[in-house]
Nanobody, 127 residues
Framework: QKQLVESGGGLAQAGGSLRLSCEAS????????IGWFRQAPGKEREGVGC????????DYADSVKGRFTIARDNAKNTVFLQMNSLKPEDTAVYYC????????????????????WGQGTQVTVSV
């Protein structure tokens, strides 16, 4: 009965912002680290960032560092990805995923380290 649902994707112009949400059901979210991933057409799925169960440790991919921010509201069982200064190369399907651990193993952790995945939400950034 475990489920993650992403929302907030859509179309933005370069330089604009979007906020993605990842809401959990059937999961005590504050027990687990949550990762954000993205996959562009023809590309491998790549890690965007990860936040530990309490939010005490957050890691970001170099490509988004300084532009994206991960936060969590455990009382609402939700994790957020705030995306600012968007670039066309940010265009991808974005996924959230639950780690088996409370801690983050790093942004480049393999996808098999995560055992529950959302269905993804499309982000498109135009020039």
């Amino acid at each position: 009965q475990k489920q993650l649902v992403e929302s907030g994707g859509g179309l933005a112009q370069a330089g604009g912002s979007l906020r993605l949400s990842c809401e959990a059901s059937g999961i005590t979210l504050d027990h687990y680290a949550i990762g954000w991933f993205r996959q562009a057409p023809g590309k491998e799925r790549e890690g965007v960032g990860c936040i530990s169960n309490s939010g005490g440790r957050i890691d970001y991919a170099d490509s988004v560092k300084g532009r994206f921010t991960i936060a969590r509201d455990n009382a609402k069982n939700t994790v957020f990805l705030q995306m600012n200064s968007l670039k066309p190369e940010d265009t991808a399907v974005y996924y959230c995923a639950k780690s088996s651990n409370w801690y983050c193993s790093g942004v480049a952790a393999p996808v098999q380290s995560y055992d529950v995945w959302g269905q993804g939400t499309q982000v498109t950034v135009s020039v």
